[in-house]
């Protein structure tokens, strides 16, 4: 079993220049990756949420996660959108503890939100709402989060590959090639 920062590097290497973008990253990414996807382990559900301008994104996570999955089990990446069709009627902190309750009922081995997008779009309220939420924040630096920056004409690209490198790590996660004890 290898240390999973090493793992990161050298996956992100071998992947060659075009994530070079990365390597820099990593020391960002391992910790947060490392207490997040642990919990598919547990059981999680990860509900995924996006802003408006990255739901084409939400839409490639949700139809790619399980569309290759090989001699894994599948994964439960669930579009919260999907699960709750009013999500955009959530409007305030009494809406998003309703919600809340309404998920803990539903998923009683627990869920993550996993949400991508700018920290000013009020969807960004409900992942922040929750301590263990993994987000992909644009343009807002905060504790326990990936920041990416709107302006990056490469973002798309960014996030495909960021997706990629998450979805590798859950294989190696999975298949218990890396050691996350002491990320």
């Not at 994530?19 to 391992?30: A, D, G, N």
């Not at 069709?85 to 305030?92: A, N």
Request: hydrophobic share 45%.
């Amino acid at each position: 079993m290898q240390a999973f920062l090493k793992w990161t590097l050298e996956a992100i290497r071998k992947e060659g220049s075009w994530m070079s973008w990365m390597e820099e990253k990593r020391l960002e990414w391992v910790p947060l990756a490392a207490s997040r996807l642990q919990s598919i382990l547990q059981g999680h559900v990860f509900l995924v949420l996006t802003d408006k301008d990255r739901e084409w994104f939400e839409k490639y996570i949700i139809s790619s996660i399980n569309k290759n999955a090989g001699n894994r089990p599948l994964l439960p990446f669930v579009s919260l959108k999907t699960f709750y069709p009013s999500l955009d009627e959530v409007r305030s902190r009494e809406d998003i503890e309703i919600l809340e309750d309404l998920l803990s009922i539903s998923f009683p081995h627990g869920y993550t939100i996993f949400y991508i997008g700018k920290s000013n779009d009020f969807k960004s309220q409900i992942a922040k709402s929750k301590n263990d939420s993994f987000m992909w924040l644009l343009d807002e630096q905060m504790q326990n989060s990936f920041y990416l920056s709107s302006a990056d004409e490469l973002l798309d690209i960014k996030l495909i590959q960021l997706y990629k490198l998450m979805e590798k790590t859950i294989d190696a996660l999975l298949f218990a090639q890396i050691s996350i004890e002491n990320e």
